[in-house]
């Protein structure tokens, strides 16, 4: 109860931000304007990048770059170490072909060039199944093909620019992903999001090859997937993966997604920077070569806008909200040698805080929840080392990653009594310090057959400690004080064949182990995706799946009546589930495609209350329960999704889903109820054009739209006669999740004009996230003060701004 109580103060603070950003839109209003009375030159920049071998990662050396929408064609070819660059490249969207000798043509369309800033991009070609001379192969890229090769179904790569693209994504990979079929956010404050009906506590997040912990500033508490704003900065990012089931066997510890981030290499050339000012953060980067030939450097750093503001003298919050606060720093450094393979270092680190006063004036409380005082307190730190390496051969590649991540969440929450003096309802905090390691051999046999194996080991240290006011007996209770380090273990396998050039297999086996009490799981995987022309292809993907709890949840402790101490749930196992998706994709031409993909899930061995209650993991968000739990639930996700999507091209863009689903769940009553997350339908609409501008037509004005459409979540009843007879929330717990959430509606808009000059660029963006402010209603609260049943409301409008300058 009372973490639901802070979610819902959470989202009243971040409404008091509205007015900053109100305030930052007037700024940039008439820059465009302005701008074109300019006079300006045709500007120019510089595509640099990397051409590899699409499964060893090998360099390929003496590949021909050519920009072929520019005239004359204009080019490079690629050094030993597979780098190139390309000169003089005329700003807007190019097209580039990329062509070796025993590697299939690959085509990469709209790379967007801008001043300012140079292109990186990394091109991974295919070797050709065909031997006979003379013959040329020609891929197309498809823009959503993910960068793993052995994912097949439910996955797909997104560029940083969709990140900023998109409307009121907040250049978030989170919030990006919800315009994605099967996807929609789990609430408007934050960035959580809901895979396929599953619970958020499902989602896995990767870095550089490696697991990281939740990335996210004001994160939701243990367990939890997202947060109120990204750690991570657009400036760092590369093009990365988003996966949604029926993941290859690299993949593990994960049920519902995974979002499989890269970091992009810095500019080993020459220095560039790029400064950003905007309502949520003020932020600079810079990047440059280091001391070696092709080894270079990237840094990011952002400070909290309301937090600089609020420390002039200028609060936007009123007199009892705290401004919130977070910083945080993004690198990533790249050392490549001639003998040794290549190194990156890089790192994550973040600082917050936010929290809200009581008000001081006993006539304007209306239930208690107006006494409350809150402060919170989020550290996080990430640093890793990545070290990849290609053996003589060079059809064998080792890749070994290690990682050292600290998380530290404090929460304190007071309330005032009739003198307005403060007495604590709880004081928690949850510190996780761990280790991982990692390490991959990959080998190809040949153009046909490519072996893949690896071993993940993770230690995980916790110290947990929470304690608070039991509201009906008047005494404090402690559910969890404690700490240690286990670990998991997780071993993985894949063999990818190509029969011919329309057929490839993926067959695989993932093992995890929890060493916490030797809970474990072997998990096969297989995948085909099969080509019926070079348009039309069907795909199928099948897999075990499994999941460990975070270590509070078995180290929560209960006390009976007889004072006895014990942990009910140190036993307890894996969730595991069984992911079947079959696709069909038709290319109607390289920039438009249709998606089908029928899905189903089932999830068994599922920690559900052992009292016969309603109680499933499969309901749970962050947090934890003392509640004794047992691995004898099962739960059913099924649904068909729709993907209609039009690429960046003839500058605009569009992206159409549909996504109709059933998620339901059991527990030791053997009852089928609905999961909270069963909102049974999800549409999403999203698109944007851009407008060519200015003497040379090099300037863009681009406007962007997104309509979500999706059913209410569920949620279980109030009883209010039971309510009001014993002046506290009691739930009608025999008809568990029946109740359910009017339709959720949401538009979101934005614009941005970006201008292009010689050696430098800027552009200013505006988002406005529910643009018509509908509060959407999501579940019920009783109020004892008033005796009646309220609802409680997502968060209504929500403007961004920005001011960002490349040079």
């Not at 390309?86 to 072909?97: A, C, D």
């Not at 590649?397 to 404090?410: I, M, Q």
Request: charged share 20%.
């Amino acid at each position: 109860m009372i973490r639901a109580e802070r979610s819902l103060r959470s989202s009243q603070r971040i409404s008091h931000m509205r007015k900053c950003f109100f305030s930052l839109l007037l700024i940039f209003t008439l820059l465009p304007l302005a701008q074109e009375s300019w006079a300006q030159e045709v500007a120019h920049s510089s595509i640099r990048g990397q051409v590899l071998d699409v499964d060893t990662k090998a360099p390929i050396p003496g590949a021909v770059v050519q920009v072929v929408t520019v005239e004359p064609v204009i080019g490079g070819v690629s050094r030993a170490d597979g780098s190139f660059r390309v000169e003089n490249v005329p700003v807007g969207r190019q097209t580039l072909k990329i062509t070796s000798i025993g590697y299939e043509d690959l085509y990469l369309r709209n790379v967007v060039v801008s001043s300012g800033k140079e292109v990186a991009i990394v091109a991974e070609l295919q070797e050709s199944l065909v031997e006979t001379e003379g013959v040329t192969v020609t891929t197309e890229y498809d823009k959503s093909r993910p960068l793993n090769t052995t994912a097949t179904v439910s996955a797909r790569s997104f560029s940083v620019e969709e990140t900023q693209r998109y409307a009121a994504s907040f250049w978030d990979p989170a919030r990006m992903a919800q315009s994605f079929a099967g996807v929609s956010s789990a609430d408007d404050e934050g960035n959580e999001i809901v895979i396929r009906g599953n619970s958020v506590r499902g989602l896995l997040w990767r870095l550089e090859g490696i697991e990281i912990p939740n990335p996210n500033h004001f994160r939701n508490g243990p367990g939890g997937s997202g947060g109120g704003i990204s750690m991570i900065s657009n400036s760092v990012l590369s093009n990365s993966d988003f996966l949604t089931g029926a993941f290859p066997a690299e993949y593990g510890n994960a049920l519902s997604g995974v979002f499989d981030l890269r970091f992009r290499r810095g500019n080993s050339d020459k220095r560039e920077y790029t400064l950003q000012f905007g309502a949520a953060g003020v932020q600079a980067s810079l990047e440059g070569p280091l001391f070696s030939e092709g080894s270079s450097y990237l840094l990011n750093y952002r400070y909290s806008t309301l937090t600089l503001f609020d420390k002039i003298g200028i609060k936007f919050g009123g007199e009892n909200a705290i401004a919130p606060e977070f910083q945080d720093v993004n690198f990533n450094v790249n050392i490549p040698t001639s003998s040794v393979g290549s190194f990156k270092l890089w790192g994550i680190g973040g600082l917050s805080e936010a929290g809200d006063r009581a008000v001081r004036d006993s006539t304007a409380w209306d239930s208690r929840f107006d006494r409350f005082e809150e402060l919170e307190n989020y550290t996080t730190g990430i640093a890793g080392v990545t070290h990849f390496y290609v053996l003589p051969n060079n059809q064998t590649s080792v890749k070994t990653a290690l990682n050292f991540s600290y998380e530290k969440d404090v929460n304190r929450e007071d309330t005032l009594d009739n003198n307005y003096e403060l007495h604590l309802i709880e004081r928690s905090e949850f510190i996780n310090t761990n280790y991982r390691g990692s390490i991959l051999l990959n080998h190809k046999f040949s153009p046909r057959h490519v072996l893949q194996g690896g071993v993940i080991y993770s230690s995980l240290g916790y110290k947990a400690n929470d304690r608070f006011l039991n509201f009906q007996t008047g005494a404090f209770v402690t559910p969890v004080q404690d700490s240690g380090r286990t670990g998991t273990l997780q071993a993985y396998g894949n063999w990818q064949v190509r029969p011919s050039e329309q057929l490839t297999l993926n067959a695989g086996v993932h093992y995890l182990q929890l060493l916490l009490n030797n809970a474990h799981a072997l998990e096969p995987r297989f995948g085909a995706t099969y080509r019926l022309s070079p348009a039309h292809a069907i795909s199928y993907g099948v897999g075990l799946h499994s999941r460990a709890e975070p270590p509070v949840v078995y180290l929560a402790r209960f006390q009976d009546s007889n004072d006895v101490v014990s942990r009910p749930n140190e036993e307890l196992g894996l969730t595991r589930a069984l992911h079947n998706v079959l696709a069909y994709d038709w290319n109607v031409s390289h920039n438009f495609r249709i998606k089908v993909e029928a899905y189903h899930q089932y999830l068994f061995d599922v920690p559900v209350a052992a009292d016969s209650s309603y109680i499933s993991a499969l309901n749970f968000g962050s947090g934890y329960t003392n509640l004794k739990l047992v691995n004898e639930g099962t739960g059913t996700n099924y649904g068909l999704e729709l993907t209609a999507e039009k690429f960046f091209s003839d500058d605009y863009y569009f992206l159409a889903t549909a996504s109709l689903f059933q998620s339901k769940y059991t527990s030791l009553r053997d009852v089928e109820w609905n999961t909270t997350f069963n909102g049974n339908y999800v549409f999403n609409l999203l698109g944007g054009k851009e407008f060519r501008v200015g003497k040379s037509g090099q300037n863009r004005i681009g406007a962007n739209l997104r309509v979500i459409w999706r059913g209410g979540y569920r949620y279980v009843p109030i009883d209010l006669e039971a309510s009001r007879a014993e002046g506290r929330t009691v739930l009608d717990i025999d008809h568990p999740y029946e109740a359910q959430a009017p339709d959720y509606y949401r538009i979101d808009l934005g614009v941005n004009y970006r201008s292009n000059h010689e050696g430098f660029s800027w552009t200013v963006s505006a988002d406005v996230q529910n643009a018509t402010n509908r509060e959407n209603p999501f579940r019920e609260f009783y109020n004892p003060g008033t005796g009646e049943i309220g609802f409680a409301t997502y968060m209504g409008i929500l403007p961004n701004i920005n001011f960002t300058i490349d040079f």
